[in-house]
Structure formats: C-alpha cells, structure tokens
C-alpha cells in the first residue's frame, strides 16, 4: 500500500541521518549534550528548517504546504521519536499559529505563513502565573479607556509557562478587551514583538524545568504595549471561542508526541531485553520481561490506531473534534506515561541513570514525556471536556446520529481526505460521536468475517463485549447529562471510561475499514502480521477490556504472536507500526557493552 503521509515521514528521517551516529546534528548523543546544558537545540532547529519542516505547519491556502493532517502527524512523530524537546520547541510554532488559521484574515494568514516558512518561531499565549487553565480569569488586557484609540490598543499584563515566549517573535495572544471578561469578554491579538515599543514589553526568566530542559518556557508582560487594530484575529469578543477551536486542532496534534515517544521507549527496551544477559539468559527470554515487552507493544500500536482516526478525523469529522480530541489528548499522554513506567521495571535502574546505557536516553524520554499531558488543556481539562458534553453524546448513541460517513473516511486509510474546513469546528458535538454510532456496524461486520475466518473469533467476541461495555458506560454518562456546579468525581471516572470505549471503536473502525489494504507482502511483512487474522486488534481490545474492569480476551500466546512481529519489524529496519514504514538509516552495529554484561543482580 502506497500510503502518503508517512512516505514523507520516511523521507524526512531519511534527510534527519543516522540518530545513533554521534556525528550527526540530530543524533541522540546531540541531544543529550544539550539537555544536560539546559541548551535550546538551534542547530537542530536549522536544520528542520532546512529540510522545509516550518512549510508542513501552514495551511496551503496561506502559502504552506500542509493539507493533510495526518502527514503532519507522522511529521512531528518522527521528530518526537529521536527527542521531545526537539520536537516540543519546534513545533510550538504550528500551535502559534493555528488560532489565524482557524479565525484569520487572508491577509494575516499570508503575513504570518510566509515568518512561519521563513523560520520565524512562532508562541501561543494563554496562560497566566495565578489562573492556569482558567482562561476567563485572564488578567491580560487591553486598557479600555481614551487611551485606545481607533488605530491601535494598548496591552498590559502577564503570560507565564510559555513555550517560545523569548524566542518567539510573533505571539497569538489571548487579551481581556471587556473590562468585566466573560465569555464575550476576550479577544486575540496576533502580536509582532518586533513591531512593538522598546520598553513596552519584556522577557521572563527562562523557568528551570524537570523535562524539555533546553526548551524556552518562560513568560512575557506588557506594559502599555501599543497593538495595532489589525492584530485582532477574527472578531473582538470571540477570543475564547476561537482559542478552544484551536485547541481541538492543537491537542489533536500532540497525539504526534506521545506516538514518538512511545516508539522510542518501546525501541530501547527491546534493544536492552535482546542485548541484555541476566543469570546466564538473555533478558528477552525471561517471562516477566516478555510480558512488560508486549504489553507494551499492544499499547504502543492501540495509540497508533487512535492516534491515525483522530488525526484523519480533523479533516472527515471537523464538527465533532470537540470529541475526538478531548478523548484523544487523554487517552495518549496517560497511557503513553504508563508504558513507559512499565518499561522502567524492565530496564531496572539503567532507566534511571545517564551516561550509562544508551546516553540516558530512557530518563531523559520519560522526563521530558511527563509534560505532554499538561500543555493545551491537561487530563482533567479533557475530561471535563467530555462531561460537559455527555447529553448529546449518550443522545446521539441511542439514537444512531452523528457523522458516520465522516468516521468511515477516518477509518479507511486509503480514502481521500476534504479539505479542513475550520467552520465547521463547534465547542459541542451536537449530534453525538459518528465514531461511536459507528461501532454496532463495525462489531456487526467483523463477526461476520469471523464465520468466513475462524482464527477472528475470539477478537468477535472481544468486540462484542466491548460493545455492551460502551452500552452500560452511556447509562452510566446519563446520571451526570445536567449543567454540574462542582463535578463530581465519579463523572471523571465516567469519562475516562468512555474514552476508552472510544478508543475501541476507533480501532475496530479502523481495522474493519482498511485491514485489505495491507496484505502479508515482501515489502510489509512485518506489518501484513500485524493486521492478518486481527493480532495487534485482538490485543488492543484486550488492553481495553482489562482497563474497563473485564476479563482478558487474550491469551499468552496471541502476545507471542505480537512479539514475534515486534522483533521482525526491528531485524528489518522497520518501524514497529500499523503502516509499513522504514526507519532511519542507521550505521552497522558495534559490540557495545549492553550485550557483554553480565549480572547476578536485579538491576
């Protein structure tokens, strides 16, 4: 299957080099230097640049080159896959400026595609030192009086926790233009701090951070700074909406974080259970270590397939991405966490430590991983998200509605995808989640396969199961439909339920829609196992049950089955993925000192 979006990826890592090869700019040896000197990676940056990186972050309809949200994914994954902060402190530029490209004139989309294109970085900022992510205690302000004029507002205030605020030159920036705020009360300014008076603004100090270490989260306060009436990106008044628009592109996107991350840990532990000799065996061959190995593995490609229909799904379901990336930006930073954890056991005190296995690539990863579920919007944000929209969504579920023709083109990864249309974008999926209406049908088809295909009836009756799970969850979301005062936190475990329901029917959306798109080939063989009799689905149903409180629907020897696949994709040079892409060239390996040790101890 020629599949697009990640054969430019492929491209890209390609152009990136060798990571392994300390001579490379963007070598994980690079990357660890600059972390332990708290260093921006500018070089590193130049050199996205120079491949044409910044182009994938604007619209073509602004100049750029992105079209298809999907392939930014794979972009940034890549990226994330080699390191978080690379990754984080660039592409921190798209999420600048997506507020324009959701609200925007032409004309400023223009202006700010072509600094975007040129390698101007690019900031986003909302939140403030005393109100986090309550956007409507902002306290950033235009000054509402004569001093206004009809030609420009004057800005005061503080932005504080934001990423590129020193670096960047342009800020998308979230005012209070109402002196009483409220929802109508704030509006965005597309801010040039180069257009701007000497002394009517300065830079915070860079704040020290535990993770993303060489990233520039600082802050930035105004002083009566002197904006032009032309920064104001759509409507006066209409900031907050346009913001949480924005957020739903943006949080989507960050799917593209947690994926490379999970890539890379899930890599460094095979490598170390392959290379790794303990009590005269190989660690890949101890049982516990399997067991953590594919576990791992199953919940690595469960985000994938998440991550590929809520991506496709910006451009097929735009009115329900207030859904889709509320489930979407939950469900990846969490679990993604929690894989890597799992992988801390299995790694012993290597996980832990620099300058001893693997330039300390695994601490760094899980330090710098942490941070992904806190930026635009953190986990209890999204659920709440979610909660505040249970009546349409328990509605739109017993009633069938929603888009399911959009759902069907997210989960079948050969059809073409529209245009995004930010129009349609809502803060409410009215009708409920087309992805969720879709899942009878899909529970319906693949039981019919498994009476042509005996080998698919235990992911049948997976699938099934799953499907009275999700029925019991809407009941349960029916208890919490009214306008809540103060949450309970029952709602929240309500949610987070359902987003695992959700994250069943994307995945058997996505296996029933393109399964005969990757036959078991020459040039897929790894990845024609993984869909072939419904193996990496088998085990991604099972992980959900299992978090959902069930009984297991896989057995030990379906994840032999996963593991077996998981080792071909790195004999060959393969990603571990649902799509048959090629890694990165990399240099002959070297006996290193992992695959020499020997120990007697825990460790």
């Known amino acids: 299957m020629e599949h697009p979006p990640y054969r430019l990826a492929e491209e890209f890592d390609r152009f990136l080099g060798d990571p392994d090869d300390p001579g490379e700019v963007f070598s994980y040896a690079r990357c660890a230097e600059l972390d332990g000197k708290e260093e921006f990676p500018a070089d590193i940056c130049r050199r996205f640049e120079e491949w044409g990186l910044p182009d994938q972050y604007v619209p073509v309809e602004h100049g750029g080159r992105l079209r298809d949200y999907e392939q930014v994914l794979q972009l940034v994954r890549a990226v994330a896959r080699r390191d978080l902060t690379c990754a984080i402190g660039h592409g921190k530029t798209y999420l600048g400026g997506v507020c324009v490209w959701v609200a925007g004139s032409a004309e400023q ?17 909302l939140t403030e030192r005393a109100h986090g992510s309550d956007l409507l205690a902002g306290e950033v302000h235009t000054d509402g009086t004569a001093a206004d004029s009809a030609d420009h507002w004057l800005v005061s205030g503080e932005k504080w926790l934001i990423n590129n605020a020193t670096r960047g030159s342009v800020l998308s920036l979230l005012t209070r233009t109402r002196p009483d705020g409220g929802p109508r009360g704030f509006s ?61 592109l943006t949080r989507t996107m960050c799917a593209a974080l947690s994926l490379g991350a999970g890539d890379h840990g899930l890599r460094l532990g095979l490598d170390f259970a392959e290379e790794r000799e303990l009590y005269g065996r190989r660690l890949i061959d101890l049982p516990q270590a399997r067991h953590v190995l594919t576990g791992a593995a199953a919940d690595v490609l469960l985000h994938e397939a998440v991550a590929l229909v809520a991506a496709r799904a910006v451009q ?28 801390t056991g299995l790694l012993g005190a290597r996980a832990f430590l620099k300058g001893v296995h693997a330039d300390g690539r695994f601490q760094k990863l899980q330090r710098d991983h942490r941070i992904v579920g806190l930026f635009d919007g953190n986990t209890l944000v999204n659920l709440n998200s979610l909660i505040n929209q249970f009546r349409s969504l328990v509605r739109g579920f017993r009633r069938g509605t929603g888009d399911t023709a959009g759902s069907d083109t997210a989960c079948d990864l050969g059809a073409p995808l529209p245009p995004l249309d930010p129009a349609q974008l809502s803060l409410v999926a009215r009708h409920g989640s087309g992805l969720m209406a879709g899942l009878p049908p899909s529970v319906e088809e693949i039981t019919r396969r ?5 080998a698919l009836g235990p992911v049948a009756d997976a699938a099934r199961r799953l499907l009275a799970v999700t029925t019991a969850v809407h009941t349960e979301m029916e208890e919490y439909q ?34 005969d798109r990757f036959p078991n ?41 996963l593991l077996g696949a998981l080792r071909a994709a790195r004999s060959s040079g393969r990603l571990f993925s649902l799509l048959p892409q090629r890694g990165p ?14 120990e007697t101890t825990s460790c």
């Not at 990233?215 to 009436?229: L, Q």
Request: aromatic share 4%; net charge negative; proline share 6%.
């Open 109 to 125: 989309g223009a202006r700010l595609g072509a600094d975007i294109m040129a390698g101007v970085p690019v900031s986003l900022g």
């Open 188 to 248: 965005v300014l597309l801010v040039d701090k180069r257009e701007l008076d000497e002394g009517s603004y300065r830079h915070l100090p860079k704040i020290r951070t535990h993770g993303i270490r060489g990233a520039d989260i600082s802050g930035i306060a105004f002083d009566g700074a002197r904006v032009p009436r032309g920064a104001l990106v759509g409507a006066e008044g209409a900031g907050l909406e346009i913001v949480l628009k924005a957020l739903q």
């Open 316 to 343: 097929s379901q735009t009115a329900e991405l207030g859904v889709t990336s509320a489930v979407t930006k939950y469900l990846l930073p969490t679990g993604t966490d929690q894989v890597l954890a799992d992988l």
């Open 450 to 454: 498994a009476d042509l295909n005996p």
């Open 482 to 515: 009214g306008a809540l005062t103060e949450v309970p936190p029952a709602a929240f475990e309500v949610a987070r339920r359902y987003t695992l329901c959700w994250a069943a029917a994307a995945c058997l959306g996505l296996w029933t829609h393109s399964t």
């Open 521 to 561: 080939g020459p040039d897929a063989v790894a990845t024609g196992e993984l869909w072939r009799d419904g193996l990496w689905l088998h085990t991604a149903l099972d992980r959900l049950l299992v978090r959902l409180g069930e009984p297991a629907a896989a057995g030990p020897e379906t994840y032999e089955e």
């Open 585 to 598: 060239e990399r240099r002959p390996a070297t006996p290193g000192a992992a695959a020499g040790e020997r």
